[in-house]
Nanobody, 123 residues
Framework: QVRLKESGGGLVQAGDSLTISCQDSGRLIKPYITGWFRQPPGWEREFVASISWSGDNIYYADAVKGRFTISRDNAKKTVYLQMNELKPEDTAVYYC????????????????WGQGTQVTVSS
């Protein structure tokens, strides 16, 4: 069973970098894909990035491509999201979630959501 928990959020200034983490405290049943999503105030939750279990398949939303990097360390059961050149519009609660469906960025295909971590970028 997958049990995900995000950490590492905080308040930063525009242009800064921040890395947030998603750790699985559950017992691995089968390999899964991990996705990062974010929900800005007053907006729906949106896809940010995803990474397959092997790390070979990675997807990014256009809004973060070139600035964010997703990676995983399966030995530590942790997925990271390194965020560079942060902008005020990156302000959101960031969530991680899991899926066994390949090549999907659709929120409803993901489950085992964490509680989220707040990232606030000041201008």
């Amino acid at each position: 069973q997958v049990r995900l928990k995000e950490s590492g959020g905080g308040l930063v200034q525009a242009g800064d970098s921040l890395t947030i983490s998603c750790q699985d405290s559950g017992r691995l049943i089968k390999p899964y894909i991990t996705g990062w999503f974010r929900q800005p105030p007053g907006w729906e939750r949106e896809f940010v990035a995803s990474i397959s279990w092997s790390g070979d398949n990675i997807y990014y939303a256009d809004a973060v491509k070139g600035r964010f990097t997703i990676s995983r360390d399966n030995a530590k059961k942790t997925v990271y999201l390194q965020m560079n050149e942060l902008k005020p519009e990156d302000t959101a609660v960031y969530y991680c979630a899991a899926t066994t469906l390949a090549d999907t960025t659709w929120r409803r295909d993901f489950g085992s959501w964490g509680q989220g971590t707040q990232v606030t970028v000041s201008s």
